[in-house]
């Protein structure tokens, strides 16, 4: 099965990762570099880890959404046939007192693009987060019928 993930690949987000650290600013507004939205998004891509499995009649995105609650989470489609999912952790706010001495878990977007294939039901999807692991169902088409040939008679002029 042929996934691919929209306009963003290993090298491209490595060198916007680098760009990214070498400056410390997200983008300057150039025609020659990528748009702040392009960055957001390229980086909230590489940082989402997902699978996706192939049953009989349905294919399953398993995508981590670390402290997210179910209505923090979108799941949508785009052009037809791009399932999109996305969500946003937020900072926790400081109680008086306390202050950070280590930062590890990320937070900002959450987002994966996936375009599916043709024999997807865009019509029966299903999504179920369960201790931070979103599972996002969407069933196959069935085959369609093979055609029976059409006769044409021939007439004798």
């Known amino acids: 099965m042929d996934f691919r993930f929209l306009g963003f690949d290993a090298p491209i987000l490595h060198a916007v990762h680098d760009m990214l650290d070498a400056t410390g600013e997200e983008s300057d507004k150039s025609m020659t570099g990528p748009t702040r939205t392009y960055v957001r998004d390229a980086k909230a891509m590489a940082a ?48 008086e007192g306390a202050k950070y001495v280590r930062m590890e878990r990320r937070v900002g977007k959450l987002m994966r693009k996936f375009v599916l294939p043709e024999n997807a039901n865009v019509d029966s999807i299903k999504a179920v987060c369960q201790d931070g692991v979103l599972s996002v169902t969407v069933e196959k088409l069935p085959p369609p019928e093979p055609k029976n040939p059409k006769t044409i008679e021939v007439k004798v002029a």
């Open 48 to 95: 989402t880890p997902a699978d996706v499995k192939e049953y009989p009649n349905s294919y399953v995105f398993l995508v981590d959404m670390p402290g997210l609650k179910s209505g923090d989470i979108k799941v949508q489609i785009e052009d037809g046939n791009v399932l999109v999912i996305s969500g946003e952790r937020k900072r926790e706010e400081e109680k």
